[in-house]
């Protein structure tokens, strides 16, 4: 029977999964409800599981039972002895929530006040479960070993780190030679579409922090204070004409300002405010130059007006960069198992995603599943992080298949070609090939 096959006959479980982790969301890097749920349901796998140290990770390790191809550099190795020396596959999925009020209106809506799996996340661990499952049933035709890496704190708690840190990428006993992960989207493409993209996928992402430091006064007498408002109202055009005019409309560069904070009463000229700003960028060089321009720019107009200011930069996550072998190699395994579903992203989405702390480490690819409900224009749908965004159940089978798919297929391959693991027929990799935009 084929793994779709396969899939779909735990299409229930998976959504029951699903469905209970979409009722009890956490946030962060401390998940214990969700880490005990995720325990539960790999149970009885025969996987080695580890859990985190620093964090509610899940770690589960598979040990495939096929035989290695004879004449193979890594045959013999398939003892305890040599099982570090057998090839590897990682495959990731992010657990966590974020700080929002459900308004979809779902019957398995979420029962924790300011919570919500508006991200998918819940579907992606779902999916990965359904994986271990798949994967554990067919260890006989693995030659090689499968690391589960089920991930808190991807919104904004950079849990992929402190996963890397503590060692998930050598969780096999060797170096993972590829890492697959996969993201649904509730918005941008049609039902059950696969999306792919090699080389620059998705935006770095960093955080921007300013307070202006002025004199309080009356409203009624702004020359007899130093006004922070008028000044940082400023601030916040200004970086946007600098996007405009100093970055090259074709490496381009998005800065949003998402809080604005200052005073207590309308006519109270406040001695301080402050406003806090997201910035994106898909090279590093644009990256690099961002963390000069946008203080000198700052501290010219607050200079100008008599003021002082006050700039933190915090990088945050890299770009997310893909393999180009190791995308070309997850598009073929897609097309076997769903073809005509696939397309390559024509541009990297300005999202960020801290798996790209993976593909910075070891070759891999980045997959992209629409999960928007049938029959739902996915141009005018609730996008990712939206109260109101829904993720259709129906994917979740199709996005197990593709997991179990990608760590059958690589291992294979792996195996029977240890003297060159670049998928065949692809180029070498090269994680730093840049987009073409």
């Not at 209970?20 to 962060?28: D, K, L, N, T, Y």
């Not at 007899?224 to 100093?246: F, I």
């Not at 090259?248 to 300002?257: C, E, G, Q």
């Not at 406003?275 to 010219?300: C, H, K, V």
Request: glycine fraction near 10%; charged fraction near 20%; include cysteine.
């Amino acid at each position: 029977m084929a793994i779709t096959d396969d899939a779909r006959a735990l299409q229930d479980q998976l959504i029951q999964w699903r469905h209970a982790f979409h009722q009890a969301p956490e946030i962060g890097l401390e998940l214990p409800r969700t880490q005990e749920k995720v325990l539960a349901a790999l149970d009885g796998l025969g996987l080695e599981i580890s859990t985190g140290t620093d964090t509610t990770s899940v770690t589960a390790v598979l040990r495939g039972t096929g035989s290695l191809p004879a004449g193979s550099s890594t045959d013999g190795a398939a003892g305890s002895a040599g099982a570090g020396a057998r090839p590897a596959v990682l495959l990731r999925a992010d657990m966590d929530a974020l700080p929002v009020q459900e308004r979809t209106g779902v019957e398995y809506t979420s029962r924790i006040d300011g919570a919500m799996h508006a991200c998918g996340h819940d579907l992606h661990t779902a999916m990965l479960l359904g994986a271990a499952t798949l994967l554990a049933d067919s260890r006989h035709r693995i030659a090689g070993d499968v690391v589960f890496m089920f991930q808190p704190g991807e919104e904004g708690y950079d849990g992929a780190s402190v996963m890397v840190r503590e060692g998930v990428l050598d969780a096999a006993g060797r170096r993972v030679d590829a890492a697959f992960g996969m993201h649904v989207f509730s918005s941008l493409e049609p039902h059950g579409r696969f999306v792919t993209r090699p080389g620059v996928m998705m935006s770095a992402s960093d955080g921007l922090f300013v307070r202006v430091l002025g004199a309080g006064g009356h409203g009624s007498a702004p020359h007899a204070a130093k006004d922070p408002v008028t000044v940082s109202a400023e601030m916040v055009l200004a970086l946007q004409t600098m996007v405009t005019r100093q970055f090259d409309m074709f490496d381009p560069t998005v800065l949003t300002v998402g809080r604005l904070a200052a005073g207590t009463k309308r006519n109270v000229i406040p001695d301080t405010a402050e406003f806090d700003a997201t910035i994106r960028t898909f090279s590093e060089a644009n990256r690099e130059r961002m963390q000069t321009a946008i203080p000198r720019l700052l501290q010219g107009i607050a200079h100008a007006h008599g003021l002082d200011v006050e700039v933190t930069y915090i990088p945050e996550y890299p770009l997310t960069v893909t393999d180009t072998a190791e995308t070309e190699f997850a598009e073929s395994a897609i097309a076997e198992l769903f073809d005509g579903r696939h397309s390559r992203l024509a541009q990297p989405l300005s999202g960020s995603e801290d798996f790209s702390r993976v593909l910075a480490e070891v070759p891999g690819s980045f997959v992209g599943l629409s999960a928007v409900p049938e029959g739902v224009d996915p141009r005018t749908s609730a996008f990712n992080h939206s109260p109101y965004a829904t993720f259709d159940d129906a994917v979740l089978a199709d996005g197990a298949a593709v997991y179990a798919q990608l760590a059958l297929s690589r291992t294979a391959l792996l195996a029977s070609a240890p003297s060159n693991t670049a998928p065949s027929g692809s180029a070498q990799p090269d994680s730093a090939q840049p987009a073409v935009r």
